[in-house]
């Protein structure tokens, strides 16, 4: 198999992975648990910064095109929904998570987990801001800012931390037993 197809394969494998982190959830308002940090981490961490973005804005351009492959749903409308900015979140995250994991000397699972935990706080950063300007002004909901740094951060940081413990793991894990993606990033 030649770097081409092994990239394409790994980038559309890690797009359909974020499609299924969509559906392993707990629904709550405003924005649902799901696995999807899992995903965007773990795709930094093995495809490198490139190919993991690649694999975000092919997820998130397949969403809006009507694909239903996003927590609730797809279409262009889905720009509208408070969870959104985590989606531009998770492909901001994935490319960070690449680059920091990519400039590392050594693969271990330390720096696997603060590159994954950097990676976090930028999807945080990018959702949460997101998340209070549509409830706000789109949605014009009651919201807080006090409001919305508990529901779409204080909320999901201990099992976020959780999931990105277990991506740094397997990450670790599967880094020394197959050729990982970024080797290819050229």
Excluded at 16 to 21: I, R
Excluded at 43 to 56: F, P, V, W
Aim: glycine residues 10%; aromatic residues 16%.
């Amino acid at each position: 198999m030649n770097n081409r197809t092994y990239k394409m394969i790994l980038v559309s494998l890690f797009a359909a992975l974020m499609a299924v982190g969509a559906f392993i959830k707990i629904p709550l308002p405003p924005v649902a648990f799901t696995m999807q940090i899992f995903f965007a981490i773990f795709s930094g961490l093995i495809l490198g910064s490139k190919l993991a973005l690649a694999s975000q804005v092919i997820y998130i351009a397949l969403g809006l095109a009507g694909v239903p492959i996003f927590t609730g749903g797809g279409g262009l409308g889905y720009v509208f929904s408070p969870s959104f900015g985590y989606l531009i979140g998770f492909a901001a995250a994935a490319f960070v998570v690449g680059l920091i994991s990519e400039r590392s000397s050594k693969q271990t699972i330390y720096r696997f987990f603060i590159a994954s935990f950097a990676g976090l706080m930028v999807c945080y950063a990018v959702g949460v801001p997101y998340l209070y300007i549509i409830m706000k002004y789109v949605n014009h909901a009651n919201a807080t800012a006090s409001g919305v740094l508990t529901s779409g951060f204080l909320l999901f940081l201990p099992w976020d931390i959780v999931k990105i413990a277990l991506a740094s793991w397997l990450a670790k894990q599967i880094y020394g037993r197959v050729k990982p993606a970024r080797a290819y990033n050229s």
